[in-house]
């Protein structure tokens, strides 16, 4: 039996219990993405800046596993919110003359009754292991932003029927 290499492609697909508008802040907004992206003991996101609009670039530093400094970046291609935005991915650790390159990262968000379902499109992978690692780490990360959305909608209900 021949072994298949993956697609250059990684989608994931979530549901949050959420306005979509309040799932795009989180996905764009420095200081709420900076409080969800990331966990203790792991890597975190400690700043993100950005200038939210077509060409405009965008930039998340933090610190990794190991204690080390990272950083992401890129440039936003479509900014339609709350349902659409896409931009280039690349990791401090590609720059120069590394192979790997700029990625594209898609957000893709559909609201009814109140529910979002956010499907996350990264493709342009050149490098399987580069692949692997964000079809790994992707659904961390959408796990990581769900318990932040459902958080916030659950205390902003407890606080409107003064729980």
Same mark, same amino acid.
């Given at each position: 039996?021949?072994?298949?290499?993956?697609?250059? /492609?990684?989608v994931e697909? /979530?549901? /949050? =219990?959420?306005?979509?508008g309040a799932v795009f802040a989180a996905l764009t907004?420095?200081?709420e993405l900076v409080q969800w992206?990331? #966990?203790d003991g792991g890597y975190r996101v400690e700043k993100m800046e950005r200038e939210l609009t077509p060409g405009g670039a965008w930039k998340i530093t =933090?610190? &990794?596993?190991? &204690? #080390?400094?990272? #950083?992401v970046g890129g440039v936003y291609r479509i900014v339609d919110p709350p349902r659409l935005v896409e931009f280039t991915w690349r990791h401090d650790r590609h720059d120069g003359d590394d192979p !790997? &390159?700029?990625?594209i990262v898609r957000y893709e968000l559909q609201e009814k009754d109140n529910v979002t379902q956010l499907r996350v499109t990264h493709s342009g992978f050149t490098d399987a292991g580069d692949r692997e690692d964000?079809?790994? &780490?992707?659904?961390?990360? !959408?796990?990581?932003l769900r318990a932040f959305v459902t958080r916030r909608i659950d205390r902003s209900r407890g606080e409107r029927h003064g729980i």
């Open positions: 039996m021949e072994k298949t290499e993956a697609p250059p /492609i990684v697909t /979530i549901e /949050i =219990g959420a306005p979509a907004e420095p200081s992206w990331g #966990s =933090g610190t &990794g596993t190991d &204690g #080390s400094p990272f #950083s !790997l &390159g700029d990625t964000h079809a790994e &780490g992707w659904p961390v990360v !959408l796990g990581w």
